[in-house]
């Protein structure tokens, strides 16, 4: 269960269980169709010339959030910074047999293994390990770093900042301190959004959500990425299913990527 009892949240009035999407993605492609957001080319959202940094709360978010976008950018010869903010070491806390040493370990592995199936071998990484579920007190320091990695001209891709996971909306703000300061524009990817929202009740700004358009093999290339992080698709054991559950491999074969704009 993930907690959004905070005052202010577009999901504080519930406690979602992030196994069960309030809305089935298939329901969400059919409300998505008929609004039409705006879908941009990635010309649109980072300029060939450009550096696309990327920050990941967990290894596989730079799939989850933008896997389409980077190898778009890849293919196309750009640079590429990826900033992993944790190892993920959590995601199988309380499982028998699964160290947070070791799970860490499994991931970083299968991160550069899934950035390699993606065509975004060469992209830089730097992993500063913060520690998974405790991303928001870490917060400003975070920011504080982002804000000596950022340049002008970048285009950043995190989750939203009400993404509904606290490691998510932490990475959300950090970035958008940090790009506000560097004047660099700041993509915010929903993730978890998916699970808990409802296109008529929640307070989401839906005029600022926006699509990029993959040209052919983007799709293939971050399903293949995906299938890298096994861990987070095999059965965990003692009755705990995948940690990437059917409906978000669902998700995550949309034939877009949305996000929000950035804010003027």
Request: charged share 20%; hydrophobic share 45%.
């Amino acid at each position: 269960m993930v907690d959004l009892m905070e005052a202010g949240h577009p999901a504080a009035d519930r406690q979602i269980d992030i196994g069960r999407p309030r809305r089935a993605p298939h329901a969400w492609q059919q409300w998505l169709a008929g609004r039409g957001p705006a879908r941009l080319p990635a010309a649109a959202i980072v300029g060939a010339d450009q550096r696309l940094v990327v920050l990941a709360p967990h290894p596989d978010d730079e799939l989850l959030a933008c896997g389409m976008l980077l190898h778009a950018h890849a293919r196309r010869g750009g640079e590429v910074l990826i900033v992993g903010v944790t190892d993920g070491e959590a995601s199988h806390q309380g499982t028998p047999g699964w160290s947070a040493p070791d799970t860490a370990a499994l991931r970083r592995r299968e991160r550069v293994e899934g950035l390699e199936a993606l065509g975004a071998g060469t992209a830089d990484l730097l992993l500063l390990g913060l520690p998974d579920g405790g991303v928001e007190d870490c917060g400003d320091a975070l920011e504080r770093s982002l804000r000596t990695l950022l340049r002008p001209d970048d285009a950043v891709v995190t989750t939203w900042r009400l993404d509904g996971h606290p490691d998510h909306e932490a990475c959300g703000r950090a970035a958008a301190g940090a790009a506000r300061a560097a004047g660099a524009l700041l993509w915010e990817a929903p993730v978890w959004m998916w699970h808990w929202a409802d296109p008529l009740q929640s307070p989401v700004p839906w005029h600022r959500l926006c699509a990029f358009q993959p040209t052919a093999g983007a799709a293939a290339a971050k399903q293949a990425a995906l299938a890298r992080h096994r861990s987070q698709l095999a059965d965990r054991g003692h009755g705990l299913a995948p940690v990437l559950d059917g409906a978000i491999l669902e998700r995550a074969r949309w034939p877009l990527e949305y996000f929000f704009l950035p804010s003027t």
